[in-house]
Every structure is written in structure tokens, then in C-alpha cells.
Nanobody, 123 residues
Framework: QVQLVESGGGLVQPGGSLRLSCAAS????????MGWYRQAPGKQRELVAA???????NYTHSVKGRFTVSRDNAKNTVYLQMNSLKPEDTAVYYC?????????????????WGQGTQVTVSS
């Protein structure tokens, strides 16, 4: 069974920084794309940033220049460094991964979610 476990959320003042981590564990053969989504109260879940196993990245416009996504393939871990945080960044942040479990055929890549971690930006 595959699990994605996030850590690093919390309360921070506007202009501050936080670093989120997400570690994938279990019967993993390959992880392709890892990323972060967020969902604010009353809003739809949106993609924040994603990174491929080759290191290509993608960001939503509102976080470009402030957030940096990275990953450690040896540790099956993805990070989100969030700088210059704004109140509108307040949301539950979810880790997401496209991965293939050991023992499954190549066509059986699945999409997995973490449980979410709260980020609150407030003075």
C-alpha cells in the first residue's frame, strides 16, 4: 500500500516562509510527477506546483517567483519552499503523485493523494 505523508504546515505571518515536505512510501516502483495542490475554504482544489522525475517544473501563476518545488528521487520526497507568503495562500495543501506500484504493469500508473496539511498566513 502506498502512502503520501505531508509535513511542515502551520501558522506564519505575511511575508514569512514555510517549507512543506511529502514522503511517499510503500511498494513503489517508479514515481513520475509529484506535486502540490491547495484548497481554500469555499474554493476548488487547484494545482500549485508540480515536478517531473526529470526535474521539469510547473507553477500556477500566483506563486511564480515565490514558491519553489523540488524533489529527492532517492527519498521519494517532494518539497515546496514557500516564501513571501500572503494571506491568500491560506489553504490546506495536498501532496499528489503519479506513480507505479511494484508488481503492477506499466500501464497501471495511479494517482495518489496525501492527507493534507494546513497553511495559515495571518498576522
Amino acid at each position: 500500500q502506498v502512502q503520501l505523508v505531508e509535513s511542515g504546515g502551520g501558522l506564519v505571518q505575511p511575508g514569512g516562509s514555510l517549507r512543506l515536505s511529502c514522503a511517499a512510501s510503500g511498494r513503489i516502483r517508479s514515481i513520475y510527477v509529484m506535486g502540490w495542490y491547495r484548497q481554500a475554504p469555499g474554493k476548488q482544489r487547484e494545482l500549485v506546483a508540480a515536478i517531473t522525475n526529470g526535474g521539469n517544473t510547473n507553477y500556477t501563476h500566483s506563486v511564480k517567483g515565490r514558491f519553489t518545488v523540488s524533489r529527492d528521487n532517492a527519498k521519494n520526497t517532494v518539497y515546496l519552499q514557500m516564501n513571501s507568503l500572503k494571506p491568500e495562500d491560506t489553504a490546506v495543501y495536498y501532496c499528489n503523485a503519479d506513480l507505479l506500484e511494484r508488481g503492477r504493469p506499466l500501464a497501471a500508473v495511479g494517482n495518489y493523494w496525501g492527507q493534507g496539511t494546513q497553511v495559515t498566513v495571518s498576522s
